[in-house]
C-alpha cells in the first residue's frame, strides 16, 4: 500500500505522497516532514494541512517538542495525550500549543540514519491514543521511505551517511519559506553582537510572547518594521 503510494510521483514529491498515504493507512490526522541541517537549520518540507504545518513551525518556534527530542535521540518519540501526565509535562509550552490547535496525540519519527538524523516524519491526531505495534511498523516503513527519497535528493547519492554541511543543500532544496529566518538571524547578530544560537533564542522568545511565529518575526526584521537591541 504505501509502495503503490509513491509508484510514478516525482521523487520531491514522495515525502509528500507519504504523508498521505500515512493519513490514510494510520489512525492519524495530519502529517509533515521538516528536515534539518543542525540544531538551527530547519524547514518543513512538506504537511498534509494548516494544522500539520502549524504543529511543525510550533516546533521550530519554541525549540521543543517531540519533533526536537526524535532529533536528539535519533529515536522515535511517540506522545499518546499531550493533554494528560506524563506528556503534558515532557514539553509544558508546546504541549499546551498543540492542544490550542486542537492537536492530542504527535508521533515523530527521525529520518536518516543510526549516526545521523536528518529530519523528520511528524504525525498528529486530534484525539489521545497511541499506535500499535503494526501501526507503528507502517510508519517506520513510511521513514525509510521519505528517507531515501530525501537522500536521492542530494548530490551524491549512494551515501551512507548524510554530512552535516549537506545542511545547506537540504534547506535550498525545500520549499519552505524559512529563508526570511536566516536573513533575520544575521540581521540580529549584528544588532545584538551575538552568535546564531542567541539570535535564534531572542527571535524565538520575541514570537513566543507575541503569539507568532519565528517566520513571522523574521519577515518583520528582514523588512526593517523592528529589531533588536542589547539588553
Known amino acids: 500500500m504505501l509502495a503503490s503510494a509513491s509508484e510514478g510521483v516525482d521523487t520531491q514529491q514522495v515525502p509528500e505522497a507519504l504523508c498521505r498515504a500515512c493519513v490514510r493507512l494510520l489512525p492519524v490526522?495530519?502529517?509533515?516532514?521538516?528536515?534539518?541541517?543542525?540544531?538551527?537549520?530547519?524547514?518543513?518540507?512538506?504537511?498534509?494541512?494548516?494544522?500539520?504545518a502549524r504543529?511543525?513551525?510550533?516546533?521550530?518556534?519554541?525549540?521543543?517538542?517531540?519533533?526536537?527530542?526524535?532529533?536528539?535521540?535519533?529515536?522515535?518519540?511517540l506522545a499518546a495525550d499531550l493533554a494528560e501526565e506524563p506528556d503534558?509535562?515532557?514539553?509544558?509550552?508546546?504541549?499546551?500549543?498543540?492542544v490550542g490547535l486542537?492537536?492530542?496525540?504527535?508521533?515523530?519519527?527521525?529520518?536518516?540514519t543510526d549516526e545521523a538524523a536528518i529530519g523528520t516524519l511528524d504525525m498528529y491526531r486530534d484525539r489521545p491514543g497511541g499506535l500499535s505495534a503494526s501501526q507503528l511498523g507502517i510508519a517506520l516503513r513510511a521513514r525509510d521511505a521519505i528517507t531515501l527519497a530525501l537522500m536521492n535528493l542530494l548530490p551524491e547519492h549512494g551515501s551512507e551517511r548524510?554530512?552535516?554541511?549537506?545542511?545547506?543543500?537540504?534547506?535550498?532544496?525545500s520549499q519552505a519559506e524559512h529563508s526570511e529566518v536566516y536573513q533575520a538571524m544575521g540581521i540580529v547578530?549584528?544588532?545584538?553582537?551575538?552568535?546564531?544560537?542567541?539570535?535564534?533564542?531572542?527571535?524565538?522568545?520575541?514570537?513566543?510572547?507575541?503569539?507568532r511565529t519565528v517566520t513571522e518575526v523574521a519577515r518583520d526584521v528582514v523588512a526593517r518594521r523592528?529589531?533588536?537591541r542589547p539588553e
Not at 490526522?29 to 500539520?52: K, N, Q, Y
Not at 516546533?59 to 526524535?70: H, I, K, N, V
Not at 486542537?102 to 536518516?112: M, Y
Not at 548524510?162 to 532544496?173: H, I, K, L, Y
Request: hydrophobic share 45%; charged share 20%.
Open 162 to 173: 548524510v554530512p552535516e554541511d549537506e545542511g545547506a543543500s537540504w534547506m535550498r532544496a
Open 55 to 77: 504543529l511543525a513551525e510550533a516546533q521550530y518556534t519554541l525549540g521543543e517538542g517531540p519533533c526536537q527530542a526524535a532529533l536528539g535521540t535519533a529515536g522515535p518519540v
Open 102 to 112: 486542537g492537536v492530542r496525540a504527535v508521533f515523530s519519527l527521525p529520518l536518516g
Open 189 to 211: 547578530m549584528v544588532q545584538l553582537r551575538a552568535d546564531p544560537a542567541e539570535a535564534l533564542d531572542r527571535m524565538r522568545a520575541r514570537a513566543f510572547v507575541q503569539g
Open 29 to 52: 490526522t495530519g502529517a509533515s516532514v521538516s528536515i534539518s541541517g543542525g540544531p538551527i537549520a530547519r524547514a518543513i518540507w512538506c504537511a498534509t494541512g494548516r494544522v500539520a
Open 88 to 98: 503534558s509535562r515532557r514539553w509544558p509550552v508546546f504541549a499546551h500549543e498543540a
Open 226 to 228: 523592528s529589531g533588536f
